[in-house]
């Protein structure tokens, strides 16, 4: 069977098969998860629905509360009092004009509180309030005053009243609110009343209904997730003549405020079921039986100290949800046959393309073996191919870096060798040097005390012998110390105070040159080592800087802190170093200084100070093209931190 052939097959079995499987169950997978979503998204802005009604009937009854309290109502509890005791007060008109119209003002504020009603304490209307304006009280009865509407004479209504909790806001049906609306007993609305007491005892009832149309308000604005149609029914099983009974309908376009139809009921919807779901279950979702429509409802409690409550709900057409999903199906099946139709393509083209990639991968690695260590692979399309490649080319990097690591080792090897035998060389040298310059220097302060009457030219020689043997004698003292590496005396020391003093004992030599030394500042750090050895060593890079340096350069210090390393850094702007001088820069008595400014000893005293304490030196060119010299010494402040 040929390449191609098998390739097809596996790209067929492996990809179009399983992936046209997995795209059909990830549908069904994605759409139940999506169903989810949906329902509780639904629940969602039903529970929304619900609090934003519950806001309003809160705002409601607590402005009823805070009415009670008002001057015009506490003054008018008198007038009442005296009415429920038989008593006729002279006063009763007047005070009566002046609380309708502190209503009248006070419906302006409310508006959705309609009417307001003040009742004696036989529950009959003495004020009346409907639409901002007072309705006079043209009623006679057996008292000596007139009301705003028909004498009720229903002991069983006043009763009810009675036994309503004083001070707080109620909620029930008023017999003058059903005669207002022809008797009806399904309206939309119950009314607030609230027994008003004086001395104890309650003297009357303020009362206050509305119809609806600041809810018609808030409903009319609701969303309707996926084209939902929104309906409030009421559960109230003590009173069946309400029970079920539809408040609003999006699909009958019936609104709170219009005259209710006692055919709309929940129970000719669905069958019944959604009021056999509403009492097991607070919220809840049932769906037709033909399963083209469900009804997603919650239920809310709108009056306090009642039973009666509303179920709001939304109808929603399944397909409304479903449908996208379909047309993700038929985008897929389309999808899958494009993916076969490319596998195919693809099969012709990998079969090609393996080939070309292996021969050159075979033939580079030839090339390496035969002595061509430049040779690199390039990446391919092909993973297996492409990793085999990567893999070659860490090989080849791998080995040139540790060609690489290899020379260094063997450079600091013979450097080392280097400056143990010329150190052994210079501390010989040093020795049988020094004691001739001691002599030297004592014969020639001998003399100079000698021939102080001597001519001025001999004082200027002398003196000049004096200095030349002073320099050797330094040069000598250095080449000494420079033998001798003494072993660093471990301390504990802060970094930037001690940048700043080491610093101050070259600040003469920087002023003198016109030369400005920068310390950056940095975070409080330490470090443990030989506080004189190191500052030594900084201090010859520092001179280094500074000779190197024109005048009103600047001679950047900074230190840098990490886990496992302390940087001590040396910017100057320089003309650095070429090839060769790099080469030989820390060799003993090298010097790229004029005769005089330098023995060449510094940058290799530095060397082995900081060897000494297991570090690193380094040179680099920086961006200015001068030299940034590096102090590298281990951090064992942060392992004695982590231990």
């Known amino acids: 069977m040929q390449l191609k052939t098998r390739i097809f097959l596996s790209v067929v079995l492996v990809t179009f098969l399983p992936i046209t499987l997995l795209m059909l169950g990830a549908t069904n997978y994605i759409e139940s998860r999506y169903k989810e979503d949906v329902e509780s998204q639904i629940f969602k802005s039903l529970r929304d629905i619900s609090a934003e009604i519950d806001r309003r009937l809160v705002y409601e009854r607590e402005t009823l509360t805070s009415l009670i309290a008002s001057p015009a109502i506490t003054s008018y509890l008198p007038v009442l009092d005296e009415l429920a005791r038989g008593e006729f007060n002279a006063a009763h008109e007047t005070k009566a004009e002046s609380l309708s119209a502190f209503l009248e003002a006070f419906q302006d504020i409310v508006p959705s509180l309609n009417t307001f009603r003040i009742l004696d304490s036989n529950a009959n209307t003495v004020i009346k309030i409907r639409w901002g304006k007072r309705v006079q009280p043209l009623f006679e009865s057996i008292e000596p005053y007139a009301y705003a509407e028909e004498e009720i004479f229903n002991s069983d209504y006043l009763n009810t009243l009675r036994d309503l909790i004083p001070d707080e806001v109620n909620v029930t049906l008023l017999t003058q609110t059903r005669i207002e609306q022809g008797n009806r007993e399904n309206l939309p609305m119950l009314d607030y009343i609230i027994p008003l007491t004086y001395n104890g005892e309650v003297a009357g009832y303020l009362a206050a209904n509305t119809l609806g149309q600041y809810l018609d308000r808030i409903l009319d604005f609701a969303a309707r997730d996926h084209d939902g149609e929104l309906l409030i029914a009421e559960i109230n099983p003590d009173k069946l003549q309400r029970h079920g009974v539809f408040l609003y309908d999006d699909r009958s376009s019936l609104r709170f405020s219009d005259i209710k139809d006692s055919q709309l009921r929940l129970q000719n919807i669905l069958q019944g079921r959604v009021l056999e779901r509403v009492f097991d279950n607070q919220e809840g979702a049932v769906v037709s039986e033909d399963g083209s429509e469900a009804l997603y409802f919650v239920e809310y409690q709108p009056y306090p100290q009642i039973l009666a409550s509303w179920i709001i709900a939304t109808r929603i057409q399944t397909a409304n949800i479903s449908e996208p999903f379909n047309r993700i199906r038929y985008a897929f099946a389309g999808v899958a046959i ?113 021939i102080q009457t001597a001519d001025e030219r001999s004082q200027k020689d002398l003196v000049s012998l004096r200095e030349e043997a002073l320099r050797a004698s330094g040069i000598v003292q250095g080449i000494l110390n420079f033998a001798r590496q003494v072993k660093p005396e471990y301390t504990r020391f802060e970094i930037n105070s001690w940048l700043r003093e080491t610093i101050a004992l070259v600040k003469q030599e920087a002023n003198k040159r016109h030369i400005l030394i920068q310390l950056e500042n940095s975070d409080e750090m330490y470090v443990e080592g030989d506080r004189g050895q190191l500052q030594q060593a900084l201090i010859n890079l520092l001179l280094n800087a500074i000779q190197a340096s024109a005048a009103k350069d600047t001679v950047s210090v900074r230190c840098i802190d990490s886990e496992e390393w302390l940087q001590i850094q040396v910017e100057d702007q320089g003309i650095g170093l070429d090839t060769e001088e790099y080469e030989k820069v820390f060799d003993p008595f090298y010097t790229t200084k004029e005769v005089g400014e330098g023995s060449g000893l510094g940058l290799s005293i530095s060397l082995g100070i900081v060897e000494r304490h297991q570090g690193e030196l380094l040179l680099e060119t920086n961006k200015s093209g001068g030299i940034t010299a590096t102090i590298v010494l281990p951090n064992t402040l942060h392992e004695q931190e982590v231990s």
């Open 338 to 450: 494009l993916v076969l139709l490319i596998s195919i393509w693809s099969v012709r083209f990998t079969a090609s393309r393996i080939a070309k990639p292996v021969s050159q991968l075979a033939e580079g690695m030839h090339d390496y073996a035969a002595g061509n260590h430049t040779v690199r692979m390039r990446h391919t399309d092909t993973q297996e191919i492409d990793t085999l490649s990567r893999s070659f080319n860490d090989m080849a990097d791998k080995l040139e870096v540790a060609d690489r690591e290899k020379d260094k080792a063997q450079y600091m090897m013979l450097q080392h060798a280097k400056l143990a035998s010329i150190g052994q060389m210079a501390a010989g040298i040093g020795h049988e040097i020094n004691n001739p310059l001691n002599n030297i220097l004592s014969i020639s302060k001998l003399m100079q005390r000698d």
